[in-house]
């Protein structure tokens, strides 16, 4: 085994049980693990929330977590602190974030691979090893906060935007809300030439989106039938992606923003259940996580376009409860991220 540097004993990792809430998530100390062959052992840095972290510990998607417990969070960056043997995709030192899907070929979204933070542990820990392909390097122009944002909410908008139905310069997207999928498909869709429409029930967000690029804004507290407010403002139904992570009550609004071609690229559930089986007129494409082959595809976008990724509020590794609150609230834009 190559190492960086002198490597302490254990690790502080956060442990938690799938349905047992967020009180039930507790730090605790584990013997620091050993890299096999092909695997490399990270320093952790940074690491970001999703909405499948609450959602896990509130117990709304059963069967998904590794059992009796788990580490939870599926988004981080690390630093290569060392190498088990045969390892030569990544060199000591390197700054590099876990794939979603571990153990997955290059160009697979899931396959029979197991997720970071639910069906493996994740990244809610001081070190951790993975596999040496399942990781993609940090592009310099990167912070490590950043780049923690990308692995599920960043590579999941990207997948939503230039997945079954990519979007082009001069089309447009309409966007459900503020979290991380929707804030990172604004400045993704924004680098690419598109019109973006974005709803959100604060007109605070709203201001903030609209600086980063958002051309019509919609308060869809004050609108409540933010479809056809949508309308109204679009001249008629010509958009052709809608983000949906909302879920199946949205599900006939969104359809009638689009044109011909037009896809509904269904991520979410915020409202309860997905709308992947709904019956609305127009394609609904279920939108998975992607691939090792496009995460790195979407650094290199981000790093090209000169792409900074929003992190709303950072946390210390000590407050992750602190952060799952905060994310329990919805007081956010963008992304959570936790400083190891």
Not at 45 to 61: I, P, Y
Not at 112 to 137: E, I, N
Not at 165 to 175: D, I, K, Y
Not at 252 to 268: F, K, P, Q, Y
Request: with cysteine; net charge neutral.
């Amino acid at each position: 085994m190559k190492t960086l540097r002198q490597i302490p004993l254990v690790t502080k990792r956060w442990v938690a049980c799938g349905g047992a809430g967020i009180a039930a998530i507790k730090p605790r100390e584990a013997p620091m693990p050993q890299p096999k062959p092909g695997e490399v052992l990270l320093r952790m840095t940074a690491a970001t929330l999703n909405h499948r972290d609450l959602l896990f510990a509130q117990g709304k998607l059963p069967g998904l977590t590794k059992e009796p417990d788990y580490v939870p969070l599926s988004c981080a960056t690390g630093e290569v602190a060392a190498l088990g043997e045969g390892v030569q995709r990544v060199t000591l030192g390197d700054r590099v974030s876990p794939t979603f899907y571990q153990g997955a070929a290059a160009s697979d979204q899931a396959g029979s691979a197991a997720m970071l933070g639910g069906s493996a542990d994740g990244v809610a820990t001081g070190w951790g090893t993975f596999p040496a392909d399942s990781v993609v390097r940090v592009p310099n122009e990167l912070s490590d906060l950043e780049a923690a944002t990308l692995p599920c909410a960043g590579l999941t908008a990207w997948r939503a935007l230039f997945g079954p139905r990519p979007l082009q310069a001069g089309e447009t997207v309409v966007l459900q809300g503020t979290g991380g999928v929707s804030v990172a498909a604004l400045q993704l869709a924004k680098a690419a030439g598109a019109r973006v429409l974005i709803t959100s029930s604060s007109d605070a967000k709203l201001r903030r989106a609209k600086a980063l690029g958002a051309d019509i804004c919609i308060n869809y507290r004050q609108s409540p039938d933010w479809a056809d407010a949508a309308l109204q403002q679009l001249g008629g139904a010509n958009v052709d992606i809608v983000v949906d992570v909302a879920g199946a009550s949205q599900a006939r609004a969104s359809a009638s923003l689009l044109n011909t071609g037009g896809i509904i690229a269904a991520v979410g559930m915020l409202d309860g259940n997905f709308s992947w089986g709904e019956d609305v007129g127009k394609p609904i494409a279920r939108i998975t996580v992607g691939s090792r082959d496009e995460h790195e595809a979407l650094l290199a976008f981000a790093a090209a376009h000169g792409i900074r990724p929003i992190v709303d509020d950072v946390y210390t590794f000590d407050e992750l409860q602190k952060a799952f609150r905060h994310l329990e609230s919805g007081n956010f834009f963008g992304k959570i991220g936790i400083l190891m």
